[in-house]
C-alpha cells in the first residue's frame, strides 16, 4: 500500500484539473501540463480533490501507485508555484552568458560549450548563479544536472559547476617529505 497513493490531493484555488480518460490536465496561472496515467490506474476528481487508487489491488501497479500521486501534485506545484534549480559557477575565467533561446559557457576548455534551453524553461545568469525556472519538475532537473554534468566541480580546488548549497568533499593533494 502507498501512503502517498492513498492521500486526497487537494486542488488549490487558481487551479483546474480536468480527467480525459487516462490523461490528466492540470491548468493553472504558470502553464498547463498534461500526463498519460496507467490504464490499471483510476484518478477521480470530487470537488477540490483528487484521488489515485488501483483498479485491481496486489499486483505490479502497486509500485507505481504512489509515484503517479506524486506526478500529479508536482504537476498542481508546478502550474501554480513553478520549481526553481540554482546552481553556481566556480573557477577563475569560468562563466557563462544566455544568448537568445541557449547558454554559452567558457568552462576552460579550449572551445565554448552552447547549450540550448529547453522549450518551457527560463534561465537567467546573474553574478555565477545560474537560475534555471520552469513548470515541469523532471525537466528542470533534467535540465539543471545536464548543465552541472559539463563541469563537475572537482575535489582539489573545487572548481566547476555545483548546485547552490551543495558540499564538495575537498582532497588535500600530494605532500612533500
Known amino acids: 500500500m502507498s501512503r502517498i497513493g492513498k492521500k486526497q490531493i487537494e486542488i ?17 496561472a504558470k502553464g498547463e501540463l498534461f500526463r498519460d496515467v496507467d490504464k490499471r490506474l483510476v484518478v477521480t476528481k470530487e470537488g477540490s480533490a483528487v484521488t489515485v487508487s ?3 489491488a496486489g499486483g505490479s501497479i502497486s509500485a507505481i501507485w504512489g509515484t503517479y500521486a506524486s506526478h500529479i501534485i508536482n504537476m498542481i506545484e508546478g502550474v501554480s508555484k ?5 546552481l553556481e559557477i566556480q573557477g577563475i ?10 547558454i554559452v559557457f567558457n568552462l576552460g576548455f579550449s572551445h565554448q560549450i552552447t547549450m540550448k534551453i529547453p522549450k518551457g524553461l527560463a534561465a537567467t545568469i ?10 515541469d519538475k523532471e525537466v528542470v532537473g533534467a535540465f539543471a544536472a545536464n548543465v552541472r554534468d559539463l563541469k563537475k566541480p ?24
Do not use: C, N
Open 12 to 28: 488549490p484555488s487558481g487551479v483546474e484539473l480536468t480527467i480525459d480518460g487516462s490523461i490528466v490536465r492540470v491548468k493553472g
Open 54 to 56: 488501483e483498479k485491481k
Open 82 to 86: 513553478g520549481f526553481t534549480k540554482k
Open 93 to 102: 575565467g569560468f562563466k557563462a552568458e544566455v544568448k537568445g533561446d541557449s
Open 126 to 135: 546573474e553574478k555565477g548563479i545560474i537560475t534555471i525556472d520552469g513548470i
Open 154 to 177: 572537482e575535489p582539489y580546488k573545487g572548481k566547476g559547476i555545483r548546485y547552490v548549497g551543495e558540499h564538495v568533499a575537498m582532497k588535500q593533494g600530494k605532500k612533500t617529505v
